[in-house]
């Protein structure tokens, strides 16, 4: 079974930063492409950004590009999302989340998502 952990939410004040990670497990073959989706307060789950397996192709949703980079390491297993410049906007539980067949913006696309973690952007 395929486990997902994320990690480095938290809470700063605006034009910080956070770097979150989400480590993999029980992956039985792979690399896969991941990606991110956040969850703001009542709200539903939105597309943050995504990797496909190789990391050779990024995607983002138009409020993170130029603020938010998402990356890999394959010989950890682990995806990141570097969050800078962030705003009370950011606000969110963001979830890792990992596709069997192949990257999408979309929900339904996702095969096994991470429990989330907490982000929290004052004023």
């Known amino acids: 079974q395929v486990h997902l952990v994320e990690s480095g939410g938290g809470s700063v004040q605006t034009g910080e930063s956070l770097r979150l990670s989400c480590g993999a497990s029980?992956?039985?073959?792979?690399?896969?492409?991941m990606g991110w989706f956040r969850q703001p307060p009542g709200k539903g789950r939105e597309f943050v950004a995504g990797d496909s397996y190789n990391g050779d192709r990024t995607f983002y949703a138009d409020f993170a590009k130029g603020r938010f980079t998402v990356s890999r390491d394959n010989t950890r297993n682990t995806l990141y999302l570097q969050m800078n410049s962030l705003k009370p906007e950011d606000t969110a539980f963001y979830y890792c989340?990992?596709?069997?067949?192949?990257?999408?913006?979309?929900?339904?696309?996702?095969?096994?998502w991470g429990q989330g973690t907490q982000v929290t952007v004052s004023s």
């Open positions: 029980g992956l039985t073959y792979g690399p896969y492409d």
């Open positions: 989340a990992l596709y069997h067949v192949r990257l999408s913006s979309k929900e339904d696309a996702v095969d096994f």
